[in-house]
Nanobody, 115 residues
Framework: QVQVVESGGGLVQPGGSLRLSCAAS????????MGWYRQAPGKQRELVAIITRSGNKNYAEFVKGRFTISRDNAKSTVVLQMNSLKPEDTAVYYC?????????WGQGTQVTVSS
């Protein structure tokens, strides 16, 4: 089993920045990828960014150039740096870990972008 816990959400004005962190614990060996997803009210959960153990990154088009994902394998943590935030980035952000074909999700952290 793998447990993932997110932190760092909150309220920010448009154009501002937030940093989300995710820590994985438990059977963390062989976690192949970790990533961030988000779900806005009335919408489906969607991929924001993902990073593999080797450091390959993939971003959703709507965050390219604004968000950066990074990973510390030794600490089993992943960080999402979000800059130039827009009201449409408002959502619950979830951390996700992939291990041997299974997915593990955190409880989510709310990000609200509003003036």
């Amino acid at each position: 089993q793998v447990q993932v816990v997110e932190s760092g959400g909150g309220l920010v004005q448009p154009g501002g920045s937030l940093r989300l962190s995710c820590a994985a614990s438990g059977s963390i060996a062989s976690i192949s990828a970790m990533g961030w997803y988000r779900q806005a009210p009335g919408k489906q959960r969607e991929l924001v960014a993902i990073i593999t153990r080797s450091g390959n990154k993939n971003y959703a088009e709507f965050v390219k150039g604004r968000f950066t994902i990074s990973r510390d394998n030794a600490k089993s943590t992943v960080v999402l740096q979000m800059n130039s935030l827009k009201p449409e980035d408002t959502a619950v952000y979830y951390c996700n870990a992939h291990r041997f074909g299974a997915e593990y999700w955190g409880q989510g952290t709310q990000v609200t972008v509003s003036s």
